[in-house]
């Protein structure tokens, strides 16, 4: 079921094969708004299963992607996109019925919180920022992906979109807020130039360059 109210566009072609020696940009992309709501207070536990359903769910309905992100995939070369529901449903709303690749190579870096006392309770949102600290300073992982597998997923992902871009093609990646962030420090230690940052919001879109 498609969760947003926008009409798909007439497919676009695929731009033609670039400039021999051209090497493309990489924007990092995240996705539309999530459905599930964040009005609420939650234990730790209780976040714990909040996230669970966040990483299934989609995509608030009634939402239209920005301008500047459609002409961003009209533009590129390949679209990537994480498997999670809200960046399928992202990359439909705004590749215009191009192919997309899809890979779990994109998905978000786990946030399981920290085990607190049930009388302790927190929006989603500060809880997102208490797990993240937790996960990266600590290394808490409650037996999901630790912060060194995480990294070297980045590192992997980093490398995947060099290799396109240095094919000639612009990229595009649809994905999520911490992950984009964790793939952009590897492009930037590779030598790549943050040039247009819209920052980590919904819909928002990060490109580099080869420096």
Same mark, same amino acid.
Not at 110 to 131: C, D, I, M, N, R
């Given at each position: 079921?498609?969760?947003?109210?926008?009409?798909?566009?007439?497919?676009?072609?695929?731009?033609?094969?670039?400039?021999?020696?051209?090497?493309?940009?990489?924007?990092?992309?995240?996705?539309?708004?999530?459905?599930?709501?964040?009005?609420?207070?939650?234990?730790?536990?209780?976040?714990?299963?909040?996230?669970?359903?966040?990483?299934?769910?989609?995509?608030?309905?009634?939402?239209?992607?920005?301008?500047?992100?459609?002409?961003?995939?009209?533009?590129?070369?390949?679209?990537?996109?994480?498997?999670?529901?809200?960046?399928?449903?992202?990359?439909?709303?705004?590749?215009?019925?191009?192919?997309?690749?899809?890979?779990?190579?994109?998905?978000?870096?786990?946030?399981?919180?920290?085990?607190?006392?049930?009388?302790?309770?927190?929006?989603?949102?500060?809880?997102?920022?208490?797990?993240?600290?937790?996960?990266?300073?600590?290394?808490?992982?409650?037996?999901?992906?630790?912060? =060194?597998?995480?990294?070297?997923?980045?590192?992997?992902?980093?490398?995947?979109?060099?290799?396109?871009?240095?094919?000639?093609?612009?990229?595009?990646?649809?994905?999520?807020?911490?992950?984009?962030?964790?793939?952009?420090?590897?492009?930037?230690?590779?030598?790549?130039?943050?040039?247009?940052?819209?920052?980590f919001k919904y819909w928002?879109? =990060?490109?580099?360059?080869?420096?």
């Amino acid at each position: 079921m498609n969760r947003i109210d926008l009409a798909v566009p007439e497919p676009v072609a695929p731009r033609a094969p670039e400039t021999p020696g051209r090497i493309g940009s990489i924007t990092l992309a995240r996705h539309g708004e999530p459905a599930l709501s964040r009005k609420c207070y939650l234990t730790s536990d209780q976040y714990r299963d909040w996230w669970a359903k966040y990483e299934q769910g989609g995509l608030l309905a009634g939402q239209t992607p920005p301008a500047e992100l459609l002409a961003t995939a009209q533009g590129a070369g390949v679209i990537f996109a994480s498997t999670r529901q809200r960046a399928q449903e992202t990359a439909v709303a705004v590749s215009a019925g191009r192919a997309v690749v899809s890979d779990v190579l994109f998905i978000e870096a786990p946030l399981p919180p920290p085990h607190f006392p049930s009388w302790f309770k927190l929006p989603p949102k500060y809880w997102g920022a208490v797990a993240r600290f937790w996960w990266h300073a600590f290394d808490h992982h409650d037996g999901q992906e630790t912060r =060194r597998e995480a990294e070297a997923r980045a590192e992997r992902a980093a490398q995947l979109l060099i290799a396109r871009a240095e094919a000639g093609e612009d990229v595009l990646v649809l994905a999520h807020g911490y992950f984009n962030h964790m793939v952009g420090r590897r492009l930037k230690a590779d030598g790549w130039k943050l040039v247009h940052n819209q920052g980590f919001k919904y819909w928002s879109q =990060r490109r580099y360059e080869r420096a």
